[in-house]
T-cell receptor
Framework: AQSVSQHNHHVILSEAASLELGCNYS??????LFWYVQYPGQHLQLLLK??????LVKGIKGFEAEFIKSKFSFNLRKPSVQWSDTAEYFC????????????FGSGTRLSIRP | GAGVSQSPRYKVAKRGQDVALRCDPI?????LFWYQQALGQGPEFLTY????????KSGLPSDRFFAERPEGSVSTLKIQRTQQEDSAVYLC????????????FGSGTQLSVL
């Protein structure tokens, strides 16, 4: 069965600090991977995705993530965070079949000190 | 607006009452997902439709939960004989393609069972 594990429940950083949020998945096959973000008071929205090709994917607002197949990981990174990055971040996995469901992790709350 | 619309926004039910939650996806979107999100948790998969076909209902917690999408557009999630543990935010998401490269989420329905 598919599952996603996010190691950090709450991360607190100062502005300009570097960010890395961990995500590991379990799935017995080819996967597609996502990071979704929920800013305070807003809907969940897509930050970035990996479907195929270059395992280093870039998303909106300077975020990037690297798919490491041997480690079953898809960690999210940003070199320098801003106060506006305060949000909840969710990693998600989907099997390659078009009939596959999308499974989300439990989320990481990111708080940025101005 | 052109986004995913869910109604009602808030629902308070007495234990044992039946409730129906509505989702209007973005027009023309093929895929529709329902998720349950408890406080402080990630979205938990409930069920998935492609057009009117319910491809996966493995996440429905019990036979009290039922979802339909009869004409391949609007979907309704029905919960019979609600219990306190059903209290959560119910999220609907839609996607334009079968590959589900990007989910568009609604604001959710916050269900409180007293």
């Amino acid at each position: 069965a598919q599952s996603v594990s996010q190691h950090n429940h709450h991360v607190i950083l100062s502005e300009a600090a570097s960010l890395e949020l961990g995500c590991n998945y379990s799935y017995g096959g080819t996967v597609n991977l996502f990071w979704y973000v929920q800013y305070p008071g807003q809907h969940l929205q897509l930050l970035l995705k990996y479907f195929s090709g270059d395992p280093l994917v870039k998303g909106i607002k300077g975020f990037e993530a690297e798919f490491i197949k041997s480690k079953f990981s898809f960690n999210l990174r940003k070199p320098s965070v801003q106060w506006s990055d305060t949000a909840e971040y969710f990693c998600a996995v989907m099997g390659y079949s078009s009939a596959s469901k999308i499974i989300f992790g439990s989320g990481t709350r990111l708080s940025i000190r101005p | 607006g052109a986004g995913v619309s869910q109604s009602p926004r808030y629902k308070v039910a007495k234990r044992g009452q039946d409730v129906a939650l509505r989702c209007d996806p973005i027009s023309g979107h093929v895929s529709l997902f329902w998720y349950q999100q408890a406080l402080g948790q990630g979205p938990e998969f409930l069920t998935y439709f492609q057009n009117e076909a319910q491809l996966d209902k493995s996440g429905l917690p019990s036979d009290r939960f039922f979802a339909e999408r009869p004409e391949g557009s609007v979907s309704t999630l029905k919960i019979q004989r609600t219990q306190q543990e059903d209290s959560a935010v119910y999220l609907c998401a839609s996607s334009g393609g079968q590959r589900n490269e990007k989910l568009f989420f609604g604001s959710g329905t916050q269900l409180s069972v007293l």
